[in-house]
């Protein structure tokens, strides 16, 4: 335990949504909550706000876009790293890591800060993706990324890479939550098609990687079979990828399925959507590195079927494994969301693992171990 207060500085893309964001804002009020001083860079986005109640601090800088342009932004991160006297520089998305190492290399060594980086995602292996093992310490968010690390950068020697579990606070997900009366009462307004029915739910953003296709493939089943489902889609739709996101509408059309699925778009209310939910599904084609959306879920009770690989199965095999699925087995898949939809909602038992304040006090212990030993050379 370091005895001093310790600047500490995050960098990400935006603070828009998803699990990188959540759990960066979540170091950044427990540094607060501890004495320390908690200093975000991104371009901004919605989350600013939270940060600020917590008494962190964002600095608006635009390390977000693969462009050659935002190695403009390496003299200006320098120069507030200077400023602050920061102790810890910590990236945790690509681009904001190559920017993020470009100016902490660029400082002298007896005044960087300590660097760390995160492995949140298991991205395609190259030079490009490498950026996110040069940190003095590699923080794998899973066994899964930090099998991917030791399997495709051989180079970075274990002792370096610390696993850290994403976690969810039991306080923020109950289990056994239910949404108020006038939550469910706006929802029946907004989604009238939805009453009366059993729903099984994706959660995440609309890209080709999360497996829609094998969701509205399984909704078609459910339905044929007379099951009375309906599916809910929860998730924006990057602008970036509209082609994809109108290709999963025909889909939807080409089955005739345009009364059995809603998308509900960005939504801030999705832990009431997965506690209403029958079944919470998690069907992306790639392993991911650990699946926020699935813990959330099963942190309430709702019963996840998922494909078992990378972080997702991980997850399901400490928590709820008989949702775990061979990857692509959709017959089995559907076996299976017949068998949960037969009878009425059971929910799955409470479980110890996966805690915020696990996650949180690993990570400070991370800052503080650090902080007290003399930085490592480039």
Request: aromatic share 6%.
């Amino acid at each position: 335990m370091i005895g001093r207060r310790l600047t500490v500085v995050q960098t990400l893309p935006a603070l828009e949504a998803g699990g990188v964001e959540r759990g960066t804002v979540e170091v950044a009020g427990a540094l607060v909550e501890r004495g320390h001083r908690a200093v975000v860079v991104s371009a901004g986005g919605r989350m600013t706000a939270e940060l600020d109640a917590l008494g962190a601090e964002h600095v608006t800088l635009p390390v977000h876009a693969k462009s050659p342009m935002t190695l403009r932004a390496v003299r200006p991160l320098r120069t507030l790293l200077r400023d602050l006297d920061a102790d810890i520089l910590h990236a945790r998305s690509r681009v904001p890591a190559w920017v993020s190492y470009l100016a902490w290399r660029g400082m002298p060594r007896g005044a960087r800060p300590h660097f760390v980086t995160s492995v949140h995602g298991l991205y395609s292996v190259n030079r490009w993706s490498a950026i996110m093992t040069r940190g003095e310490v590699v923080e794998a968010v899973s066994c899964a990324a930090r099998d991917y690390i030791l399997a495709n950068y051989p180079r970075v020697p274990e002792s370096r890479i610390r696993v850290i579990h994403r976690g969810v606070d039991p306080a923020d997900f109950p289990h056994g939550f239910t949404p108020s009366g006038e939550w469910l009462e706006r929802w029946r307004r907004e989604f009238p098609a939805i009453e009366g029915r059993r729903l099984i739910t994706m959660i995440g953003r609309i890209t080709r990687l999360k497996g829609h296709a094998e969701f509205v493939g399984l909704v078609a089943r459910l339905r044929d079979a007379g099951t009375p489902i309906h599916g809910v889609i929860v998730g924006g739709e990057d602008p970036r990828r509209a082609g994809y996101a109108r290709e999963l509408r025909e889909l939807i059309r080409s089955k005739q399925l345009e009364h059995h699925i809603t998308f509900t778009g960005h939504r801030d209310d999705a832990r009431e959507i997965a506690a209403i939910s029958d079944v919470v599904l998690s069907l992306s084609t790639t392993p991911e590195s650990f699946g926020r959306s699935v813990l959330e879920a099963l942190r309430l009770g709702t019963p996840v079927l998922g494909w078992d690989h990378g972080g997702v199965g991980e997850v399901l095999a400490a928590v709820h494994p008989d949702g775990a699925i061979l990857p692509g087995d959709t017959a089995e898949l559907a076996r299976r969301a017949v068998d949960l939809l037969a009878q009425p909602k059971t929910l799955v038992p409470p479980t110890a693992h996966f805690t915020k304040r696990e996650m949180l006090d690993r990570t400070i212990a991370l800052y503080e171990e650090l902080a007290a030993e003399v930085p490592a050379p480039t």
